[in-house]
Antibody, heavy 117, light 110 residues
Framework: EVQLVESGGGLVQPGGSLRLSCTAS????????MSWVRQAPGKGLEWISY????????YYADSVKGRFTISRDDAEDSLLLQMSSLRAEDTAVYYC??????????WGQGTLVTVSS | QSALTQPASVSGSPGQSITISCTGT?????????VSWYQQYPGKAPKLMIY???KRPSGVSNRFSGSKSGNTASLTISGLQAEDEADYYC??????????FGGGTKVTVL
């Protein structure tokens, strides 16, 4: 069974930094591309970042480009999202997702990031 | 990228069929077969219901079907049941390993 478990969310002040982690199990993590998708409270879904298997290609939505960095540790079956210069509008539930043939197929349960003073 | 356009809400009575539209552009929905649909209950993670426009993952009821024409994709739920009451999101691959989602549609079973 595919499982994705996020951690690292919490309350952070504007301008601060936070690092999210996602631990994968139930599939060969190193063989899959991964993405982060977020959902602001009461709002829709927003794709924010992608990393391919092998970590040779990373892409970001304009809303987070230059502030967020996606990475992965295949030895630990982990996906990471380093977030800096956080703004109030970054407040959201952040989902770790698996990508299969250009389809986001599995989602974690999400971790809440709140940016507030 | 701009979000795909979905109706904010759709409702139907048990047993009826409803269709949710998802309108994009020639840069996303119109260019790629990779349109997917997700079901989301309050406080829960989204679940893949349709991928590549019309394919159902194993375990998803055949009451759910998808189609695409031009820049518009559609999700149809037939034989509507109380358990189908949820939010539904469309998503399209938009090239260069980026994706765009719709704003979501709240389905209400009357």
């Amino acid at each position: 069974e595919v499982q994705l478990v996020e951690s690292g969310g919490g309350l952070v002040q504007p301008g601060g930094s936070l690092r999210l982690s996602c631990t994968a199990s139930g599939f060969t993590f190193s063989g899959y591309s991964m993405s982060w998708v977020r959902q602001a409270p009461g709002k829709g879904l927003e794709w924010i970042s992608y990393i391919n298997d092998g970590s040779t290609n990373m892409y970001y939505a304009d809303s987070v480009k230059g502030r967020f960095t996606i990475s992965r540790d295949d030895a630990e079956d982990s996906l990471l999202l380093q977030m800096s210069s956080l703004r109030a509008e970054d407040t959201a539930v952040y989902y770790c997702t698996r990508v299969l043939r250009d389809t986001i197929d599995y989602w974690g349960q999400g971790t809440l990031v709140t940016v507030s003073s | 990228q701009s979000a795909l356009t979905q109706p904010a809400s759709v409702s139907g009575s048990p047993g009826q069929s409803i269709t949710i539209s998802c309108t994009g552009t020639s840069s996303d929905v119109g260019s790629y077969k990779f349109v997917s649909w997700y079901q989301q209950y309050p406080g829960k993670a989204p679940k893949l219901m349709i991928y590549e426009g019309s394919k159902r993952p194993s375990g998803v009821s055949n009451r759910f079907s998808g189609s695409k024409s031009g820049n518009t994709a559609s999700l149809t739920i037939s034989g509507l049941q109380a358990e189908d009451e949820a939010d539904y999101y469309c998503c399209s691959y938009a090239g260069s390993s980026t994706w765009v989602f719709g704003g979501g549609t709240k389905v209400t079973v009357l």
